[in-house]
């Protein structure tokens, strides 16, 4: 595969390991965008904007507070607080506080790092079909994929048409793929609770039964960030 900001990611990470190929780049991504926000471009007025807006999530404010720049992380939270303080006023009777509850509630929703994230993330799953119909050995590639988490998994679904000509067979792939993951996180599982069972404590326990719940986890909610 030719490397490419495109697909540089894509050939770094479907590399046949045992994590979610997806789960990897989203998390460097991730990093990326998250490192944006410690510099001295966060006091442009665009980004001022769009952090008073949104904010942060919870994880990426952690993720900022543990960051070297403090001072950074601090003008944006005090630019953020312009927009939760116009959003807190006395309330004059029931009505008038569910709205304003609504209001407050739906500003813990948003997150400016979460929403340059997902718009990195569509790109992606696209540019993954679309290097599935133009280069003929990543078919390989997916297939010794051990698997993706759900979520990674249902967006290869939705953005399968960029596949082109080759969509219906990029579906059978991912769809062995995951079923494989699946059967055999379930066969990983009941072996897990047949061990567990009073009867036979003290028998030998399979590698890939031990680790069947934290395996379960990266599944069903996908790598830890």
Same mark, same amino acid.
Do not use: W
């Given at each position: 595969?030719?490397?490419?900001? /495109?697909?540089?990611?894509? !050939?770094?990470?479907? !590399? /046949?390991?045992?994590?979610?190929?997806?789960?990897?780049?989203?998390?460097?991504?991730?990093?990326?965008?998250?490192?944006?926000?410690?510099? =001295?471009?966060?006091? =442009?007025? !665009?980004?001022?904007?769009?952090?008073?807006?949104?904010?942060?999530?919870?994880?990426?404010? $952690?993720?900022?507070?543990?960051?070297? *720049?403090? %001072? #950074?992380?601090?003008?944006?939270?005090?630019?953020?607080?312009?927009?939760?303080?116009?959003?807190?006023?006395?309330?004059?009777?029931?009505? *008038?506080?569910?709205?304003?509850?609504?209001?407050? %509630?739906?500003?813990?929703?948003?997150?400016?790092?979460?929403?340059?994230? =997902?718009?990195?993330?569509?790109?992606?799953?696209? +540019?993954?079909?679309?290097?599935?119909?133009?280069?003929?050995?990543?078919?390989?590639?997916?297939? *010794? +994929?051990? /698997?993706?988490?759900?979520?990674?998994?249902?967006?290869? %679904?939705?953005? $399968? *048409?960029?596949? #082109?000509?080759?969509?219906?067979?990029?579906? @059978?792939?991912?769809? =062995?793929?995951? $079923?494989?993951?699946?059967?055999? %996180?379930? #066969?990983?599982? !009941?072996?897990?609770?047949?061990?567990?069972?009073?009867?036979?404590?003290?028998?030998?326990?399979?590698?890939?039964?031990?680790?069947?719940?934290?395996? @379960? $986890?990266?599944?069903?909610?996908?790598?830890?960030?």
């Amino acid at each position: 595969m030719h490397y490419h900001i /495109g697909t540089m990611l894509i !050939d770094e990470n479907f !590399d /046949g390991k045992v994590e979610c190929p997806v789960c990897r780049i989203q998390k460097k991504i991730d990093e990326r965008l998250t490192e944006q926000y410690l510099g =001295e471009g966060v006091m =442009e007025d !665009d980004t001022r904007k769009e952090v008073n807006k949104l904010g942060f999530c919870l994880h990426h404010y $952690s993720k900022l507070y543990a960051s070297h *720049s403090k %001072l #950074g992380l601090a003008l944006q939270v005090s630019t953020r607080l312009n927009t939760v303080m116009a959003n807190v006023d006395k309330a004059k009777n029931a009505k *008038s506080a569910k709205k304003q509850a609504e209001n407050l %509630l739906n500003l813990g929703k948003t997150c400016v790092v979460c929403k340059y994230l =997902e718009n990195h993330m569509v790109r992606y799953y696209k +540019t993954i079909a679309q290097v599935y119909d133009n280069v003929a050995s990543f078919k390989q590639r997916i297939k *010794s +994929t051990p /698997g993706f988490c759900l979520e990674h998994y249902a967006q290869l %679904l939705n953005y $399968s *048409s960029f596949a #082109g000509k080759k969509q219906e067979e990029y579906l @059978a792939d991912l769809y =062995e793929v995951e $079923s494989n993951l699946l059967n055999n %996180l379930k #066969g990983s599982i !009941d072996d897990f609770c047949i061990h567990n069972d009073y009867r036979n404590i003290g028998k030998p326990i399979s590698k890939e039964a031990k680790e069947s719940l934290k395996n @379960a $986890s990266c599944v069903f909610y996908g790598e830890e960030k």
